[in-house]
């Protein structure tokens, strides 16, 4: 089996708590958790899977630690890697750029040749546009809204974490 | 539309001295930003602070993408790092914080934390913030008109959307096509109210999605390399294309919005941790040190010195100069073109007659013949063989183009705000506007009049707008309410700019003349119901010249002294006549000019009179008359043999029917009746 990493910031609130969701059911024996405000190329770039907590910031920000680590990103050859991505966004109050952190992040890793597993249908969604879009009605990985749709959350992990474990287990 | 941009700049590719210098110019500004507040908590001054901490990025871009010798800034109060990446000073920057003498941006007469340097273009604005948008497309008019590669930036929070002199600017930016960029340093506030309370629209820039011409980017002002990358991206798009753009830049306020302002009734502690946290000066410090361009050692030197360059500024700036009182009426109103043909503003030439709007006519268009930086813009001013509501500007564009004489939209502030902007581009430019379709809609133009009527003492007399504002004025039309208006009581009461209402062509002529020589701000009213009437026709000298504050009489008499202007000095003339026939012998002084006034000839006449009154078209209650009034009793008490009498309008607007507004406006038989009142005493 190959090493996977899941990266996310142990700083913040909810990001931290439905990332805890995503270790739980994935299996904590099966992931190496890393605090995302700690990463360096080092620790990056050991794994083979990836499974990436990204936030949205602002109106359709990386949050700085990931940002800060975009630069180092780019020079990176991602090639034979796969990750997952998920973030957290608010539909209602930032409906013109929910999750774009995600999409942001997607791009990004994909331009360096990283393969990107993980997409979801964006069935049950309502807002007006975000960078984490990708055609067939689809966003690059699982977007999670906890501030309009906290009851569908626990499902939604489930599934997207059944997925990814036929992939990277 | 595309927010995509080349990565011009990177954490990895500047060069470490460039790096160093940039580091340097944040961590000096940050602290000045930082030791702002102390000079108010001791008394020393910068009263009005709006910190600019988190607002760090795009604000040092700005300034590192203005070139002085080409561009033209007009920043907001929340501007230092703006203008300190510009190019100001440590100690400049102090100067205008404590508002000495010595500070550049106008001798400590405007508000602190107002940076600017007229002499670099970097313009002293207002503070009713966002109103500098029209001077900037102004003044990028005048680059387009002359062919001159620059750009004109102009930077305020994204509140300022919700103001309609926005709309009005950015609208006529694409329309002409014109080399702005609107920079909107969005905090998410406009002090306390939260951008969902301005705009529905999260990102407001996209407001303006439908506008051709324009361009616009979204980037993350915050952040030093993307903001950089996206100034970059704008200037030269303004520059190759030719069009607008507007550049949101996403920011956070660190602290209140001003020292008069306590963020801490209205954002949580969470909240503003949260902001704190996206501090973009130490995340440009952590990248330095994670991609090893500087080690902690030597960012600790960067800063130290820092410390050094701002206590020596400090220093000098506390020694500096205070503004002198006795300036205090220094740059009100520039000296204006001297009339040295016609030096009292009168002559005995005896040709044929010319009408009121042929006199303005003609001398707009010898003016324009002798002076190639005249232009003339304003409602309805030029379309075919249309010129002008009355006809005023009639051929004008034939004659000279549609660059110098064209129709503008139906916007007066915006009017207004961008001839006060195509001036700033050299002194020699010289705009005529109309600036309404009649006197009664110029309102909405008045915070763009207000704001340039402020420009010469503000600057301390380094800049000045030279633009003659006509305005078809007065009643007698059945124009009702809104054709009707005189507004020359309610402009008289706000300093810096002349005032003249002229009457006869002869005058018209004369005073538009010098107006259009003179550098400066004139209100030029033309009694309307006169354009064609043949009371108000004259013999026009072909080089008439009025100087301003110079009244005319217009029939000598020994009984009563008469002020008046406008059309009811057409009503005055004729109701002396008829008191001449009943042994009253009345005085006509036609003022002309209300500012600057001519005290000299109303005292000089009440000298000999001994009484005195006042006529004119607006409401007596609070009209010109008044302070015409008062400064005779103040004056020539001792020469008054009775009260200044008074005629003018009821304390009403202008009824439409006939009737009303007979009943309203002052006539020849309630002069008559004034009169023959004041004999009495």
Known sequence: MSKTGIFYSFHTNKTKKASEKIVE?????????INAEE????????????????????????????????????DMDLSGKKFAIYGLGDQKLYPENFNDGLGIFAELIESRGGELIGFTSRDG????????????????????????????????????????????? | MSSIYPKIYTIKNVDKETLEKWYTKLVVGRRLDERAPNYLKQAIGWSYHAPYAGHDGIQFAIGQHFDKETDHLFPYYRDMMTCFSAGLTEEEIILNGISKATDVAGGGRHMSNHFAKPEWNIHNVSSCTGNHDLHAVGVARAMKYYSHKGVSITSHGESSVSEGYVYEAINGASREKLPVIFVLQDNGYGISVPKHMQTANRKAANNFIGFKNLRIIHCNGKDIFDSMNAMAEAKKHALEAGEPVILQA???????????DRHELYRSENERNYVREYDPLAKFRRMLLRYDRFTEEELQAVEDNAKAIVKVAHKKAMKAPDPDPATIMDFVMPEPYKAEKYPDGVHDFDGEKTKLVEAINHTMKAEFRENPDTFIWGQDVANKDKGGAFNVTKGMQQEFGEQRVFSAPIAEDFIVGTANGMTRFNDKIRVVIEGAEFADYFWPAMEAYVESSHDYWRSNGQFVPNMTIRLASGGYIGGGLYHSQNIEGALATIPGVRIVYPTFADDAAGLLRTSLRSRGMTVFMEPKALYNAPQAAAPVPEDFEVPFGKARIRRTGRDITLITYGNTLIYSLEAANKLAEEGIDVEVIDLR??????????????????????????????????????????????YLDGPVKRVGSTYTPVGFNRILEKAILPDTDKIIATAKELKAY
């Open chain 2, 250 to 260: 996403n920011c956070v306020r660190m602290e209140s919005h001003s020292n008069s």
């Open chain 1, 39 to 74: 990463v360096n190329e080092k620790n990056f770039l050991q794994f083979d899977n990836y499974i990436i907590g990204v936030a949205t910031w602002w109106d359709g920000e990386l949050p700085n630690y990931w940002d800060e680590f975009v630069p180092a990103i780019e």
């Open chain 2, 593 to 638: 000019s209300l500012v600057p006034l001519d005290k000299e000839t109303i005292l000089n006449s009440i000298k000999k009179t001994n009484k005195a009154m006042v006529v004119h078209e607006d409401k007596v209650f609070s009209g010109f008359g008044a302070e015409v009034t008062s400064t005779i009793m103040d004056e020539a008490f001792e």
């Open chain 1, 25 to 33: 059911a994935f299996g904590k024996e099966n992931l190496v958790v």
């Open chain 1, 125 to 169: 969604y309502e807002y007006e546009k975000s960078r984490a879009e990708r055609g067939d009605n689809q966003f690059y990985g699982l977007c999670l809204d906890q501030e309009n749709q906290a009851r569908l959350t626990k499902k939604r992990i489930e599934n997207w974490v059944e997925d990814l474990k036929k992939i990277f287990i």
